[in-house]
């Protein structure tokens, strides 16, 4: 089974009524640039050596995780005071909870309605596009992101495995079927057509922070095709990769020659167990993230620095 994701359909940004603040460009890019945690400058020996690494390598494996996705406006969980769980006490929603409460139910599609036209709004940024350039060079044998924010492919990159899924994609828990998550916005505003809502932040996943009050009348539709109950066809906490998933993206650790891990703390073992093979097997494995990581002692080479500050430069020969 291939796991080769293609980019969704973009939704217009005005279908519901989300009071939000109004921003100037020069606003909006230091408030993209907000949720980049700080980090050393690149030094020139760290452009040699990650190139180096890239170039000594034929069929490079490259996991990515939020830190790649931080520069294009998306927070992630834990970098040090810029991640989510620095600035809130918001917690994501547990598989467990989704599937046996309706209520959680609503309060999530709520809190995703809102969310997810600034969500589909993000862009790819300069490493999402330097990573689908190395691969048309045939750099990149294959890539696996942890992200579900769809940037990838919306980059061009063909050769790919989103681990976690994809929010842009909705499933149906009962007959399995997929749709696209802009299918799913204008059925929700039919049900919600006075809604509104101030977001107050929003998640990696597109998840926002929404006052509890102005839920309470929110309606969720369910699957058009059985009525079943409907999900983002993301992997939420508490839920595991599907075991066909886990698999192939060890076959693809096992065809691999080296590892390159691009913006993960690796502190969840659905991303970190591929590492752990790839050391197992003597590969060479190289990581490029801000702060330390759970694979820092099995690396051949760390390098603590912004991705779109060393990718560039390090373009392989």
Request: overall charge positive.
């Amino acid at each position: 089974m291939t796991f080769i994701l293609a980019a969704m359909n973009k939704i217009p940004l005005s279908i519901c009524r989300v009071r939000t603040p109004h921003r100037t460009i020069k606003e909006l890019y230091i408030h993209t640039q907000s949720f980049v945690p700080k980090s050393p400058p690149v030094e020139p020996i760290h452009i040699i050596k990650l190139q180096n690494f890239v170039n000594d390598s034929k069929k490079l494996l490259v996991l990515t995780g939020a830190g790649l996705s931080t520069e294009s406006g998306i927070p992630d969980y834990r970098s040090e005071g810029v991640g989510l769980y620095a600035r809130s006490n918001s917690k994501p929603i547990q598989y467990s909870e989704f599937l046996n409460s309706e209520e959680r139910r609503k309060i999530y599609w709520a809190r995703n309605y809102v969310g997810f036209p600034r969500f589909s709004s993000f862009k790819p940024n300069t490493s999402h596009k330097v990573l689908a350039d190395w691969e048309k060079k045939g750099k990149i044998h294959w890539l696996v992101t942890q992200n579900v924010d769809n940037l990838h492919a919306e980059a061009g990159t063909k050769n790919l495995t989103e681990l976690h899924g994809c929010g842009r994609r909705v499933v149906c828990l009962k007959c399995r079927s997929l749709s696209t998550r802009s299918e799913l916005q204008p059925r929700i505003h039919a049900l919600n057509p006075l809604f509104e809502a101030d977001a107050l932040d929003i998640a990696p996943d597109g998840d926002v922070l929404i006052p509890a009050e102005d839920i309470k009348s929110f309606r969720v539709p369910n699957c058009i095709k059985c009525g079943g109950i409907l999900k983002p066809d993301v992997i939420f906490f508490g839920d595991n990769v599907p075991r066909p998933i886990v698999n192939f993206v060890f076959k693809k650790v096992d065809e691999c020659d080296a590892v390159l891990v691009a913006g993960s703390s690796l502190y969840v073992y659905s991303g970190y167990r591929f590492v752990a093979r790839a050391h197992d097997q003597n590969k060479p494995i190289a990581i490029v993230n801000i702060g330390t990581t759970r694979a820092d002692h099995l690396a051949s080479l760390k390098i603590d620095a912004r991705l779109g500050n060393l990718l560039p430069p390090a373009m392989p020969d």
